[in-house]
Antibody
Framework: QITLKESGPTLVQPTQTLTLTCTFS??????????VGWIRQPPGKALEWLAL???????RYSPSLKNRLTITKDSYKNQVVLTVTNVDPMDTGTYYC????????????WGQGTPVTVSS | DIQMTQSPSTLSASVGDRVSITCRAS??????LAWYQQKPGKAPKLLIF???TLQSGVPSRFSGRGSGTDFTLTISSLQPDDFATYYC??????????FGQGTKLDI
């Protein structure tokens, strides 16, 4: 059974760094083609892809946020971590992690999401 | 970036209706198109990938078609559980991935 679960702070102050962790089970990031990505959703708005890390350590980022994002993986702990620097109220929303199998399939398994509010 | 445009933004329908949602890509994406269903407070659920392949466990009343730039999601006979928001997603170029703006299907 494949599961993913996001964790991190629910409230962050503007200009701080947000660190989110995705802990997964039922698959390994060492398998060829497998990746884990982060997608966020501001309240009442559409989904926005943020970052992806693949089995071969390839990292991809949304061009509009590239300078503020870092994605890393710990294959032994089955975790993927996303950091977002210099947060702003516009970063408020629900953050999801999801598995992808490149190139065959899109994000097929998703975590439940973790809400983040950026406010002073 | 490849832009994905869905229409309509909202769709009102009744149980038993046949409905379709369209998604247009700003450039050709082949058949690298997925559809998701999202209910309030829940994560998106994958319905269809590669434009027309039904994800395991998804009811056969859902179908997808299209290639290149124009795609359609059809629900053949709406059930009460189908009222939700639907998103298209292109994964042809995985940098960057993009989603449509969503179509809210309500009663």
């Amino acid at each position: 059974q494949i599961t993913l679960k996001e964790s991190g702070p629910t409230l962050v102050q503007p200009t701080q760094t947000l660190t989110l962790t995705c802990t997964f089970s039922g698959f390994t990031l060492g398998t060829t083609g497998v990746g884990v990505g982060w997608i966020r959703q501001p309240p009442g708005k559409a989904l926005e892809w943020l970052a992806l890390i693949s089995w071969n350590d390839d990292e991809r980022y949304s061009p509009s946020l590239k300078n503020r994002l870092t994605i890393t993986k710990d294959s032994y702990k089955n975790q993927v971590v996303l950091t977002v620097t210099n947060v702003d109220p516009m970063d408020t929303g629900t953050y999801y992690c999801a598995r992808i199998v490149i190139p065959a399939a899109p994000f097929d398994y998703w975590g439940q999401g973790t809400p983040v509010t950026v406010s002073s | 970036d490849i832009q994905m445009t869905q229409s309509p933004s909202t769709l009102s329908a009744s149980v038993g209706d046949r409905v379709s949602i369209t998604c247009r890509a700003s450039q050709s994406i082949g058949n690298w198109l997925a559809w998701y269903q999202q209910k309030p407070g829940k994560a998106p659920k994958l319905l269809i990938f590669k434009a027309s392949t039904l994800q395991s466990g998804v009811p056969s009343r859902f179908s997808g078609r299209g290639s290149g730039t124009d795609f359609t999601l059809t629900i053949s006979s709406l059930q009460p559980d189908d009222f939700a928001t639907y998103y298209c997603h292109q994964y042809k170029t995985y940098s960057p991935f993009t989603f449509g703006q969503g179509t809210k299907l309500d009663i």
